[in-house]
């Protein structure tokens, strides 16, 4: 800036330094020619009056020289703006408002080129420097085409009276005159065309300014192309960084643990899952080796790792159990998977990690949920919609009792007592099951089940009936492995009545069962039944009498009841 005002400062003095040897060539050119003394020779005559013509035209290359000093000095403020920034509308709108002040246009447009090969105007500018709105935006279509078809540049210094656009709409309509336009181009491709133009001024133009303009033209297309591939690169940026944001956050929201290590079995990233796993956090792992962060899995692993990284194969749903002392055992799946470059070059492995410990723990509860209650009332179950209360249901109703098992227990240790108890319930509850029974409950030796609920079943009582008949084979079998003083047998009694069946309880504790007096009369049946015999009451008999072999009726007096009721004994199948 300094180094500017001092050259313009310079060219003003010496201008001013001619002119004052102008004013005294000048006076003594005068006082020559008045006092014309021949004492003066005719060389100082000569030398006075060509130092008389020679002023102005030292004066005029001052000014020419100026002139070009200042226009090329304002062509090194474009290329230092154009190369400044690289946020194309800034540089351009500057850059176009030193072209309007550098040539005197009115106007100044440029123009690039879309993808579909259509010149758009980027930049429209007045000689304000103020950006010209839609209804100002009127250019010679006619110039600015014969530019883009030829290649090159148009001067024309009074486009009215050009004979190249006689009788153009556009020249004569928009009234223009003095117009400049070239094109812009970058690697041999014109990808657009400066614009300027003044519609009041006829010769305003020269061939140097069009120089100087198609200069510009190469500079601002190299400005153009960087700001491009600026934005393009900022745009693949911004696109890199929220697909890695993305990328974090679904890798921080994956509920299985995940580590990734590369080749030499270090830590890269880790989720908080795979924190709470290890017991460590992020800033902790990422370095550490596999040993070091894996130590009681570590002998699992390892021999896995080799096989992904050097052989590129998958590793999926290894599992391992941890048992730590004083505390509860860690159930986990791992699944190794090597991590590769975009030439499918193994860099890594991705170490997936599943706490199956609750999921464990589930399962068993499930199983031994299954083991009490029939499948059928499990799948109706809805965990979501659980309410109190039930509704009423004609069922099947199965009672069995355990003869002789309270003095068996007098003189059993309870160990041993409970041992033998639960392989006789046991062998009861699988065949209740297997008939699709629902096991209601265990009264100490005694088992509770029904048939036809929660699922319909026609043949619902000679289920019941088969079920009871199982049980005595079963138990027939089991005897051949007990020592005699712990062979017993069920007492067993059916009855078919209504009940109301679903959840009594509480929230938090609940039990699907079956209440009322149909329920009542098995239970009564069941304890008139002696070692090894099934007793069905009459309702149940009219349903399966054609299936089953049966004694002769029997009435019992029921505890409880004031009638009598009527029994057959089961003896076998038809």
């Not at 210094?157 to 003095?178: I, M």
């Not at 599992?319 to 991590?339: G, V």
């Not at 009861?428 to 029974?437: I, K, Q, R, S, T």
């Not at 007096?517 to 009219?542: C, F």
Request: one cysteine or more; a negative charge.
């Amino acid at each position: 800036m300094e180094q500017e005002k001092t050259n313009s400062q310079t060219f003003t003095s010496l201008e001013q330094k001619i002119v004052q040897l102008a004013a005294i060539v000048s006076r003594m050119q005068t006082y020559l020619v008045e006092s014309r003394s021949a004492a003066i020779p005719s060389l100082i005559y000569d030398g006075v009056s060509q130092a008389s013509n020679a002023v102005p035209q030292i004066l005029k290359m001052i000014s020419t020289l100026e002139d070009e000093r200042q226009s090329l000095r304002a062509l090194a403020q474009i290329g230092q703006i154009v190369n400044s920034s690289l946020d194309l509308s800034e540089v351009l709108q500057s850059v176009m408002d030193t072209i309007i002040r550098l040539t005197g246009a009115e106007r100044g447009f440029l123009m690039l080129k879309d993808e579909s090969n259509t010149l758009k105007t980027q930049v429209a500018r007045n000689w304000e420097q103020e950006s010209l709105d839609n209804s100002e935006l009127s250019v010679s279509r006619t110039v600015i085409n014969r530019v883009v078809e030829s290649g090159q540049a148009v001067l024309t210094t009074n486009a009215q009276d050009d004979p190249r656009f006689t009788g153009q709409d556009s020249v004569v309509t928009y009234n223009l005159r003095s117009i400049l336009c070239v094109p812009m181009n970058l690697k041999g491709n014109m990808i657009g065309v400066l614009y300027a133009d003044n519609r009041i001024r006829s010769g305003l133009f020269t061939q140097k300014q069009l120089d100087r303009l198609s200069d510009f033209a190469n500079q601002a297309s190299v400005a153009i192309e960087n700001a491009r591939l600026f934005d393009r690169v900022k745009n693949t940026l911004a696109e890199v960084t929220e697909l890695k944001n993305l990328t974090d956050n679904i890798f921080a929201s994956i509920t299985s643990g995940v580590l990734t290590l590369d080749v030499d079995s270090r830590v890269v990233m880790c989720n908080r899952a795979a924190e709470d796993i290890v017991g460590k956090e992020s800033s902790q792992l990422v370095g550490l080796s596999l040993p070091e962060t894996l130590p009681l899995y570590n002998k699992i692993l390892s021999p896995y790792m080799d096989r992904v990284i050097r052989l590129n194969q998958r590793v999926v749903g290894m599992e391992a159990n941890l048992s730590k002392k004083d505390q509860k055992d860690i159930d986990l799946r791992f699944s190794l998977s090597p991590l590769k470059d975009f030439e499918e070059k193994t860099q890594g492995v991705a170490v997936v990690m599943e706490d199956l410990t609750e999921i464990k723990q589930l399962e068993a509860r499930q199983r031994l949920f299954q083991r009490m209650v029939s499948p059928a009332v499990i799948e109706q179950l809805d965990p979501n919609s659980l309410e109190l209360g039930g509704r009423k249901s004609e069922i099947s109703i199965f009672f069995g009792d355990i003869r002789g098992f309270t003095s068996f227990g007098e003189n059993v240790q309870p160990e041993g007592l409970v041992s033998v108890l639960n392989r006789y319930l046991a062998l009861a509850a699988d065949a209740l099951l297997n008939e699709e029974g629902t096991v209601d409950k265990f009264l100490g030796d005694a088992v509770m089940a029904w048939f036809n609920a929660p699922v319909p079943q026609p043949d619902h009582t000679l289920r019941a009936v088969r079920a009871a008949i199982a049980i005595h084979l079963q138990v027939k079998k089991l005897h051949k492995e007990l020592h005699p003083d712990v062979r017993l047998k069920f007492g067993i009694g059916i009855h078919v009545g209504e009940a109301v069946l679903g959840l009594i309880g509480t929230e938090k504790r609940l039990d699907y069962t079956a209440i009322g007096d149909s329920v009542n009369t098995a239970k009564r049946i069941q304890e008139n039944a002696s070692g090894g015999q099934i007793l069905i009451s009459h309702p149940a008999y009219l349903l399966v009498k054609d299936q089953v072999q049966v004694a002769d009726a029997v009435p019992i007096q029921a505890k409880g009841k004031r009638d009598p009721i009527i029994v057959y004994e089961v003896v076998g199948l038809k």
